[in-house]
Nanobody, 126 residues
Framework: EVQLVESGGGLVQAGGSLRLSCAASGFTSDDYVIGWFRQAPGKEREGVSCISISSGSTYYADSVKGRFIISRGNAKNTAYLEMNSLNPEDTAIYYC???????????????????WGQGTQVTVSS
């Protein structure tokens, strides 16, 4: 059974930084992708960034390019999302997701991802 455990959300002032972590278990190989999504009140869930655990290749939404950095841990079962230059528009519940199909990277459509974490709140005050 695949499980995802997130940590690292919280409250930060505009311009600050936060780091989210997602630990995955249950995959039988490194051939899977971990992604971060977010959902603000009244808005649809949107893809933020993802990383291939096997290759390390990454994807970023335009809204976070140059501010967020996704990486994988040395143990390769953990992905980190370093969020810098945060602004109030980044306020949302952030969800970790994972899937073994590399095609899920295309457009980061939430419905295509099989496994989800419980979500962690990120609040950026102005």
């Amino acid at each position: 059974e695949v499980q995802l455990v997130e940590s690292g959300g919280g409250l930060v002032q505009a311009g600050g930084s936060l780091r989210l972590s997602c630990a995955a278990s249950g995959f039988t190989s490194d051939d899977y992708v971990i992604g971060w999504f977010r959902q603000a009140p009244g808005k649809e869930r949107e893809g933020v960034s993802c990383i291939s655990i096997s290759s390390g290749s990454t994807y970023y939404a335009d809204s976070v390019k140059g501010r967020f950095i996704i990486s994988r841990g040395n143990a390769k079962n953990t992905a980190y999302l370093e969020m810098n230059s945060l602004n109030p528009e980044d306020t949302a519940i952030y969800y970790c997701a994972a899937d073994a199909a590399p095609t899920v990277v295309d457009g980061m459509i939430p419905d295509w991802w099989a496994f989800w974490g419980q979500g962690t709140q990120v609040t950026v005050s102005s």
